[in-house]
């Protein structure tokens, strides 16, 4: 059985609203005001019976796996952040600050299995939907501070091997003629 997040108006002596405590323009904010959640539970909804435990709300899930992908988390990771960060929760659709897992991270494994391949392209396409001109720009920026790059760490072999080798040549410019070359002393790097 679908979920439903219920809207709850009434003031809760021992609760904070997470409108209390947090920034309002905060960009995790505005994002989640921007997201067609209704659209996204109409689309999921007949993945679910009518019948047997409530499940978990499509936002709170479907919020995280988003928020999963963003920061790049694992599932139980990000599970627990959940916990810590009241901009998440909000982004959830929780409206008072929570201290407990929202539920099992195993969860992930089975909302994915439920959504299949199309409901993870929806997914894609609703974070594609909130930067329509996406689609059409000529252009793309890409950082490429972010890629691997394949640059080794130096270690203290390799920059003795360096220096060996650069005295080695600085020697034979020079006309000097070294009794030992040292390069089959020298350890070598990997």
């Not at 008072?96 to 929202?102: H, S, V």
Request: aromatic share 10%; charged share 30%; with cysteine.
């Amino acid at each position: 059985m679908l979920g439903k997040i219920k809207p709850n108006n009434q003031q809760n002596l021992f609760k904070t609203r997470l409108t209390d405590l947090i920034n309002l323009g905060h960009p995790l904010v505005k994002l989640a005001d921007e997201v067609a959640w209704d659209k996204m539970e109409f689309e999921f909804q007949n993945l679910y019976s009518e019948q047997g435990r409530p499940s978990i709300p499509i936002r709170k899930i479907a919020g995280l796996l988003l928020l999963k992908e963003m920061f790049e988390e694992s599932d139980e990771s990000v599970v627990e952040r959940w916990i810590e960060n009241a901009y998440w929760q909000y982004f959830t659709g929780e409206e008072f600050f929570q201290t407990k897992q929202p539920f099992d991270p195993s969860e992930f494994v089975h909302f994915r299995k439920r959504l299949k391949e199309e409901g993870l392209e929806f997914l894609l396409s609703q974070s594609v939907a909130l930067h329509p001109k996406a689609k059409s720009e000529k252009e793309v920026q890409i950082d490429p501070t972010v890629q691997e790059k394949n640059i080794t760490f130096p270690t203290d072999a390799k920059l003795a091997k360096k220096v060996i080798d650069n005295c080695a040549k600085i020697a034979e410019f020079e006309g000097i003629k070294q009794r030992q070359a040292y390069k089959r002393v020298a350890k070598q790097p990997n």
